[in-house]
């Protein structure tokens, strides 16, 4: 045996005479799979890494990394199997997409949101037969969906309903709680865990009409669960104008909205903390209103990305709102050039169903036709300084791309980050998953490759797909059909 082996030998058998305490510790900072490859290498440490206090370790870390809290997956109450099935599911689903390059997977599991109602329910509600669905959301950690339903006989109101689905695709469906909102033309826009209150979630919509409104709906989901209406922010549209356009967004583990404004050859901003009706105004000077931007959330500050360069934005100190009352107009902190600056370049749109935890950093990515610019949202401002913006987008890297399936994928898409992957997927009528490793971010501008692996999520029946929500952390896909029903796809074997 050369001295070599002998030292590899040597490190595996002291590492593994380590105290039982130490080795779960270390394996904190093991990914699942990798926790997998210990368990190979001998007896004791295959003994350790069966023990439920590293699966809860490893499960809570992927937790924090996404915002997801115990509400979702409650470690203390989970069986040892599902432990590890949902901690080992990011990595398993994105092998099931690299293994299946341009070969569709079928689902494991196939189950239908029932619309049905109790007679109980239907006499509390006022309401004979229920309506079909039309809209979903599914909230971070792929567990909770809530549903809008509707139907022209209810006295111009909308049905509210919060489901448990499961951590598996062998879980029973159940209907937790519902609410009649007396509103019509509501569409969500988030379904999120409070992250400093256990057993609460909120959920945001919009109604466009008479005037443009964000409404928030608290959901508790302790014993009993219930729906409560919240806060409710009126933005009116100025007189003798044509109807702004607006979008909506969420600003990391906070209970702050991001409301965009295209009005008046102007782009504005407000910012709403619904859980104190506190706001502020941003005002976009020099934002043509006709181009296409995309908006990048923070918990400090947001990103506005142009053509040729990024806006960043730090939130303003909010006031307590007063109907009629002008605010104060804050102005972006700095602007920087962009990247790849070429009349084809443009913005992959960030994925607003899957937020990440306010700690890790978002990336901006920025594609043309032969290369794609990855952008780092990194803190920038530790005194606080208000005159100082608290992120700047640094370039981490600049990949080479070698072929033009990346470049399609990310045309119609958006992009979301999980664990050690980029997910790229179209929300509206198409099943097409683009995966590539985050490796790629360790790579020297401009050298190498990007690896790309794409398929298409068969959904073994046909149907009309209206809306979908891929959740690569469970490996689950919710769709919403032209006919108004709600589909959960399971693509990873459940435990027994």
Known sequence: MDMQNAQVLKTYGSFAKLGTDVIINVAKFLRPCDIISLRKTCKLLQQVTRMRTIWINALRSIMARNAITEDTYPLQKMALPILKHVALSPHRFASLVMKSNEVMPLPT??????????????????????????????????????????????????????????????????????????????????????????????????????????????????????IDFLAKLEIPTSPGSNPPVRFVYLLPESCRILVRSLEQEKCSFRIWDFLNNAVADVIMRDCPVEEKIEVFCCDNCFIVALKDRLIVCNIPTLVPYIAGKRLIEHEASIIISAPLKSADSFYIEPNPMSPLASNVPPYILRVNDKQVAFLEAKEANPVHDPMLPNRLPVTRTIVNIANDTFRKAAMDGTVERCEEYFFLTNPVGSSMVTIMNAECLSQNEGTGGLSLFTTTLDLYVTIDVEKQQLCPLLGRDCVLTGNGDVFIFDYLVSPE
Not at 122 to 142: H, Q, S
Not at 160 to 165: A, G, K, Q
Not at 169 to 175: L, M, T
């Open 109 to 226: 599991s196939i189950r239908a949101i029932s619309p049905r109602m109790t007679n109980w329910e239907k006499e509390r509600y006022e309401i004979e037969l229920p309506g079909p669905f039309i809209d979903f959301w599914m909230a971070p950690g792929g567990r909770y969906v809530v549903t809008l339903s509707m139907q022209h006989d209810w006295n111009e109101s909308t049905l509210f309903t919060v489901w448990d689905v499961g951590l598996s695709g062998r879980d029973v469906i159940k209907p937790l709680t519902r609410f009649l909102e007396k509103a019509q033309g509501l569409r969500l826009v988030c379904f999120f865990a409070d992250s400093q209150n256990l057993g609460f979630f909120y959920i945001v919509s919009t109604q466009n009409s008479p005037s443009f409104s964000v409404l928030v709906h608290k959901a508790s989901l302790s014993s009993p669960p219930k």
